[in-house]
């Protein structure tokens, strides 16, 4: 045991058997330091700091880590909540130093108490090569690491007598001294490399939005000419962008889009859910096969349009969205199948479209009228000898007659010979489903969704995982052969995204445990040894070559998928392994977006979600509390992109950002994170909203 086993302070009891010699903040420990002649480490946290306990267990627990800090400098533990006024100190020489600041806070000081380096939290790599970066330069530049703490010193006492001064004076604020760069020439780097990644994400997703820009297609929506596919992981990363920027272009450009694609013939204006594609440029007629994957992508993308525009439209065609996947693709075991044909009776389309004496044979004449006008069916049709695919260019006042009159139509075609369904079950779309079904089910309010998505996440654990490993499809319950329906990288990420999104809309703690394990096999198994994927394993069947895609195409690509999927996992679990990862498996994205934007719509997203941190966010307390209900929506309601969830009662912590975390005077708590840096907890929904809406 260390210095700290006295304390009275959790948050120092929490350390005080860690293997690195901590001292309290006191004169003993600064008198240490001179006496060694070594730097001074701080590092200052409170019990409920989740990331505070990620580099706690990453680097203070570590033998080796803290051999390095203990032989390099002398290391002082504070609790923020017992010493506001160092806390205050150096949280201020820290954000002048970095731009930012935020819990667990890590300074390195002089004997004096100078601070001469400022940052928050950092991987244990990267700390333990810090610590020594720090000790070579107290030995080797002594005079200039003295000169910058001085310096520091000087600039932060100058700034605060301004501050001061202005308070009292009400004139402008004090000044803003430039800490950063002083002819040290990177003697400090941490080498953790976010600021130079997020500059490059920056750049990529600027030069996207205008390159899609020069391919929408304004006049009709979506992007280039005839056939025209739903652009659903462009239109995710377009949401994304905006939210981020408040580009008007992205919302444009995406909105457009959707309007357009849910109006037109590849909606299903019945039924619901959409067609693969369509034919022509318009949208008028699509390739009739419906996909469960373009569904489930799509569901996701119009809820992600309604959070931010609040367009009924896209909150209608969300909803019905899933109602079609329930009710169409749904399997007895709980699953979601593939696709339904295009054809029935031979004829590509025919249960689908309609002409007008059709319609005056299902509704009589008068409702024929207004549907044929309402739908856009015509006697030339749009379609094959006379036929109408069914459009919906603008709502009606009348809306009772609406649903009444499609109520009737889709009556009377559930008469007609219905296309055929290929119900195997195929983990990767899946994955996607149950994404979209838990997060509409949330936002919706339809515990009916988030109950599907739990059964097909339950499928997918015993029928699909097989001795840790993935196979790719079921059917009737059954999986098919290992050798031959061996999971690829997209069924690893789409699936372990899927659990984590139902761990955090669910509170089920076990899902993000499994998304943990899939991850684990896709980096050893898929990973080519320079941070990028293969599709296949290395295990699997021999090919002439191993194949490796990272574009996009009908759905995201494995690599993207994965980088998404890791981004996820590395928030939720406080992992810079896995956040590594997927910045690595990012590092096409460059090169593709720059040549084809269309075929990266996933990376971009992902490279969205990493400029927006992801936040983070721990609610904490009992569903059968109406504010903690209120807390939950509101999380996801209000997230920035791709951010993650956690949802805990307070008394276990299984996902560990919600370790530490308790309700705050007895009320139901939400934490906000970003980037392994904490805000204090919140307990309303407009403190929530504020906390989620602070720049990234």
């Known amino acids: 045991m260390n210095r700290l086993r006295n304390s009275t302070s959790p948050y120092l009891l929490q350390h005080a058997d860690n293997p690195v010699d901590w001292w309290p903040w006191s004169g003993q420990a600064f008198a240490e330091a001179a006496r060694r002649d070594v730097p001074?480490?701080?590092?200052?946290?409170?019990?409920?700091?989740?990331w505070c306990h990620v580099m706690a267990h990453e680097s203070f627990e570590d033998p080796r880590t803290a051999a390095l800090v203990n032989e390099h400098v002398v290391a002082v533990k504070v609790d923020r909540e017992e010493r506001p006024d160092v806390d205050a100190v150096y949280m201020t020489a820290t954000q002048a130093m970095t731009g930012q600041g935020g819990w667990p806070m890590t300074?390195?000081?002089?004997?004096?108490?100078?601070?001469?380096?400022?940052?928050?939290?950092?991987?244990?790599?990267?700390?333990?090569?810090?610590?020594?970066?720090?000790?070579?330069?107290?030995?080797?530049?002594?005079?200039?690491?003295?000169?910058?703490?001085?310096?520091?010193?000087?600039?932060?006492?100058?700034?605060?007598?301004?501050?001061?001064?202005?308070?009292?004076?009400?004139?402008?604020?004090?000044?803003?001294?430039?800490?950063?760069?002083?002819?040290?020439?990177?003697?400090?780097?941490?080498?953790?490399?976010?600021?130079?990644?997020?500059?490059?994400?920056?750049?990529?997703?600027?030069?996207?939005?205008?390159?899609?820009?020069?391919?929408?297609?304004?006049?009709?929506?979506?992007?280039?000419?005839?056939?025209?596919?739903?652009?659903?992981?462009?239109?995710e990363f377009l949401l994304r962008h905006h939210q981020r920027t408040g580009s008007p272009d992205a919302l444009r450009m995406a909105d457009g889009s959707c309007e357009a694609m849910?109006?037109?013939?590849?909606?299903?204006?019945?039924?619901?859910?959409?067609?693969?594609?369509?034919?022509?440029?318009g949208w008028v007629v699509p390739h009739f096969e419906k996909m469960l994957y373009d569904n489930a992508l799509l569901a996701r993308v119009y809820l992600n349009l309604w959070r931010r525009t609040g367009s009924e439209l896209a909150r209608r065609v969300a909803e019905e969205t899933c109602d079609w996947m329930l009710r169409e693709l749904r399997t007895a075991e709980g699953g979601f199948a593939a696709s339904l044909d295009a054809d029935s009776e031979g004829e590509e389309g025919k249960f689908y479209v309609w002409r007008p004496a059709e319609l005056r044979a299902a509704l009589g004449a008068a409702d024929a009228e207004f549907a044929a006008r309402v739908f856009g069916v015509t006697e030339t049709g749009t379609f094959e000898r006379g036929a109408s695919v069914l459009q919906r260019h603008a709502d009606p006042e009348d809306t009772a007659r609406l649903a009444r009159v499609q109520n009737t139509l889709l009556n009377a075609r559930a008469s007609r010979v219905r296309p055929a369904r290929d119900d195997k079950v195929v983990a990767a779309w899946n994955g996607l489903a149950i994404s979209a079904f838990a997060e509409c089910g949330l936002l919706l309010g339809r515990p009916d969704f988030i109950a599907a998505a739990r059964d097909a996440a339950a499928l997918l654990v015993a029928v699909h995982l097989a001795d840790g490993r993935l196979i790719r499809t079921s059917r009737d319950g059954t999986a098919g052969a290992a050798a031959s329906t061996a999971g690829v990288l997209e069924d690893y990420a789409c699936?372990?995204?899927?659990?984590?999104?139902?761990?955090?809309?669910?509170?089920?703690?076990?899902?993000?445990?499994?998304?943990?394990?899939?991850?684990?096999?896709?980096?050893?198994?898929?990973?080519?040894?320079?941070?990028?994927?293969?599709?296949?394993?290395?295990?699997?069947?021999?090919?002439?070559?191993?194949?490796?895609?990272?574009?996009?195409?009908?759905?995201?690509?494995?690599?993207?998928?994965?980088?998404?999927?890791?981004?996820?996992?590395?928030?939720?679990?406080?992992?810079?392994?896995?956040?590594?990862?997927?910045?690595?498996?990012?590092?096409?994205?460059?090169?593709?977006?720059?040549?084809?934007?269309?075929?990266?719509?996933?990376?971009?997203?992902?490279?969205?979600?990493?400029?927006?941190?992801?936040?983070?966010?721990?609610?904490?307390?009992?569903?059968?509390?109406?504010?903690?209900?209120?807390?939950?929506?509101?999380?996801?309601?209000?997230?920035?992109?791709?951010a993650v969830l956690a949802l805990g009662d307070g008394t276990e912590a299984a996902v560990p950002l919600l370790t530490g975390r308790a309700l705050v005077n007895g009320e139901p708590a939400a934490y906000v994170c970003r980037q392994f840096t904490c805000l204090a907890p919140v307990t309303t929904p407009e403190q929530l909203r504020k906390a989620l809406a602070v720049p990234s």
């Not at 849910?262 to 440029?281: E, H, P």
């Not at 191993?546 to 928030?571: C, E, H, I, K, M």
Request: overall charge negative; charged content about 20%; aromatic content about 8%.
């Open 107 to 235: 300074v390195f000081m002089t004997p004096d108490r100078e601070p001469f380096f400022c940052g928050t939290y950092f991987p244990r790599d990267h700390f333990g090569q810090l610590v020594l970066n720090i000790s070579r330069a107290w030995r080797d530049h002594r005079e200039d690491v003295a000169d910058r703490a001085k310096q520091i010193v000087t600039a932060l006492a100058e700034n605060a007598s301004a501050t001061a001064r202005a308070l009292r004076d009400g004139g402008p604020g004090g000044t803003d001294p430039t800490l950063v760069g002083d002819g040290l020439g990177g003697e400090f780097s941490d080498g953790f490399g976010d600021d130079q990644t997020g500059a490059q994400f920056r750049e990529v997703t600027d030069a996207a939005v205008a390159s899609l820009d020069r391919e929408y297609d304004g006049a009709r929506g979506g992007f280039g000419g005839a056939p025209k596919f739903p652009p659903s992981m462009v239109l």
């Open 495 to 642: 699936v372990a995204e899927g659990f984590l999104t139902l761990s955090g809309v669910t509170g089920e703690a076990r899902w993000m445990t499994l998304a943990g394990e899939v991850l684990e096999v896709a980096l050893a198994a898929f990973g080519d040894g320079a941070g990028g994927f293969y599709d296949t394993a290395a295990d699997g069947e021999p090919l002439i070559f191993r194949p490796a895609d990272p574009a996009d195409n009908a759905t995201p690509s494995g690599a993207f998928a994965v980088a998404g999927a890791l981004l996820s996992y590395s928030a939720l679990a406080g992992s810079a392994r896995h956040r590594e990862a997927a910045a690595a498996a990012l590092g096409v994205l460059p090169a593709i977006a720059a040549r084809y934007p269309r075929a990266a719509g996933m990376g971009l997203a992902v490279a969205e979600a990493w400029l927006a941190g992801p936040a983070e966010i721990a609610v904490v307390g009992s569903l059968a509390d109406e504010r903690t209900r209120a807390l939950h929506e509101t999380a996801l309601h209000a997230a920035t992109p791709g």
């Open 40 to 50: 001074v480490l701080l590092s200052v946290g409170y019990a409920a700091c989740h």
């Open 262 to 281: 849910a109006r037109g013939g590849m909606y299903d204006q019945l039924g619901g859910g959409f067609a693969r594609y369509s034919v022509d440029a």
